[in-house]
């Protein structure tokens, strides 16, 4: 089943060659946001791979923003987890921590809620790496 469900998926995804700069493949994921079956595939196959590696041993999902909202939520839902968000910065209310990175074209900076997060807890960060991937 896996197995299909990959195929599923992977037929959603399209790819935009020098966007939005040259050297960049940007790979679109609208088409499996779009289509029920190939995004439950997507959190289902997301879902079992974060069982399989991490077991029991995942206190929260964070998403990324901004298609990290996308994924985040429903992959914490699936696996009985909350969900918390780490914005582009200015975006959070109260106290926030922040870190600036790299873009292959840019700079961004991100930011989480002091309060979202206890150290010690075990966190999986979800974003959509396929965007920038070549």
Do not use: N
């Not at 029920?36 to 879902?47: E, N, T």
């Not at 009985?80 to 200015?90: A, D, F, M, P, S």
Request: glycine share 10%.
């Amino acid at each position: 089943m896996a197995d299909s469900e990959l195929q599923l998926v992977e037929q959603r995804i399209r790819s935009f060659p020098d966007f939005p700069t040259p050297g960049v493949v940007f790979r679109d994921i609208s088409p499996v946001l779009k289509d029920p079956a190939s995004f439950r595939a997507a959190i289902g196959l997301l879902a079992r791979h974060l069982k399989a590696t991490h077991g029991g041993r995942i206190d929260y999902i964070a998403g990324l923003d901004s298609r990290g909202f996308l994924f985040g939520p429903s992959l914490a839902q699936e696996l009985g987890l909350g969900c918390v968000l780490i914005r582009k910065r200015g975006k959070l209310p109260g106290p926030t921590l922040w870190a600036s990175y790299s873009l292959e074209y840019g700079k961004a900076e991100l930011e989480i809620q002091k309060d979202a997060l206890e150290p010690g807890q075990r966190v999986v960060v979800v974003d959509d790496l396929l965007a920038t991937g070549v």
